[in-house]
């Protein structure tokens, strides 16, 4: 990538935390990003999430269509991560809670 700086990263991450609404989070991303490349993030956060409920790699690749390699790579960052899938993973189980 073209001298990207660090600086630049960060203001497009207080971007999207700045996002207050479902409809304002659509509507950033499809600017952002192509319609491919939101349903290659969509697939991520689909095998994240059915990883962390134990779904066995078979499965995922029959349901999402998906390598077994790309789903061992979004497995690596689940375990091995920042730990970002696991905080949202919880915060969705949480807000499952809370209704």
């Given at each position: 990538?073209?001298n990207v700086k660090q600086r630049d990263i960060?203001?497009?991450?207080?971007?999207?935390?700045?996002l207050e609404t479902l409809d304002e989070c659509?509507?950033?991303?499809?600017?952002?990003?192509?319609?491919?490349?939101?349903?290659?993030?969509?697939?991520?956060?689909?095998?994240?999430?059915?990883?962390?409920?134990?779904?066995?790699?078979?499965?995922?690749?029959?349901?999402t269509g998906l390598s077994s390699r790309t789903?061992?790579?979004?497995?690596?960052?689940?375990?091995?991560?920042?730990?970002?899938?696991?905080?949202?993973?919880?915060?969705?189980?949480?807000?499952?809670?809370?209704?």
């Amino acid at each position: 990538m073209k001298n990207v700086k660090q600086r630049d990263i960060n203001e497009l991450y207080d971007a999207i935390v700045r996002l207050e609404t479902l409809d304002e989070c659509k509507r950033f991303f499809r600017d952002l990003l192509t319609e491919t490349e939101i349903k290659e993030f969509a697939e991520r956060w689909k095998v994240a999430r059915m990883l962390s409920k134990g779904v066995p790699y078979t499965t995922i690749e029959k349901e999402t269509g998906l390598s077994s390699r790309t789903i061992a790579r979004v497995h690596k960052w689940v375990k091995q991560g920042k730990g970002g899938y696991t905080m949202m993973l919880r915060r969705l189980i949480a807000a499952k809670n809370e209704t």
